[in-house]
Every structure is written in C-alpha cells, then in structure tokens.
C-alpha cells in the first residue's frame, strides 16, 4: 500500500521565527517557508515538515539525527555557535558525548536542543 509513496517526517515547533534561525544560520540547513510552516531540506529525503503549535509539547526522544564524520568536530562547530549540548549523569563526557567504544556497541552521539526544547543529535 505504501511501498511507493514519498513519506515525510515532521515536528512541531513553538516558535516558527526562531526554528527558521535555528535550522538555517546555526546548523545550516537549506530552510524553505512555505503557507503551513517550514520545511528542512537534507540530503537523500522529501524534505522535514516543521510546524507551529501553539501548545508544543517538545518531544521527549530524540526528533531529528544528523550523522556526521567526526562527532567531536560537528560538538566543537556547534558550541562554537552557542548550542549546549546535554548532558546525562554516567552516560556522557564533559562535552556532552557518549563515546562508544566499538561499531558494534553503536555510535557515539550527542544530543542538543532547538529552541523549542526538541531533542536532535549528532552521531558517528
């Protein structure tokens, strides 16, 4: 029923003005306004809906990945540009990393909010 359909992914956001800043000047992603909200263009996808909502609730999981080269590298590139990553007691290091140890044990990652207070990380 659904093999060929082009699905999307999408979240709200509280504050559409500042999710377009976000996702434009500090991460840097191609951010298109459209009637309904925005909508985020990233390699390989139809594009992430973003709405707003004037009750948003941020998601308690994490909402948005992005995979890159060097974690260390993507952590000191977006404190350089004020974001704050999180950090979870015995689970990340003072940058707010969870370093893995070996492929098989999973990426490392580390997680950051927008300014809605949604959840995204950055992961190798």
Known sequence: ???????????????????????????????????????????????????????????????????VNDVDAAVNALIAKGVTFEQYTNVTDDKGIARSTSPEKGPSIAWFKDPAGNILSVLS
């Not at 003005?17 to 009637?35: I, R, W």
């Open 1 to 67: 029923m659904f093999t060929d359909t082009k699905a999307f992914s999408g979240f709200s956001v509280n504050d559409l003005a500042a999710a377009k800043d976000f996702y434009s000047t500090v991460l840097g992603l191609n951010v298109e306004e459209t009637s309904m909200g925005l909508t985020l263009h990233v390699a390989g996808t139809n594009g992430i809906f973003v709405y707003p909502k004037p009750d948003h609730v941020p998601a308690t999981y994490t909402i948005l990945n992005f995979p």
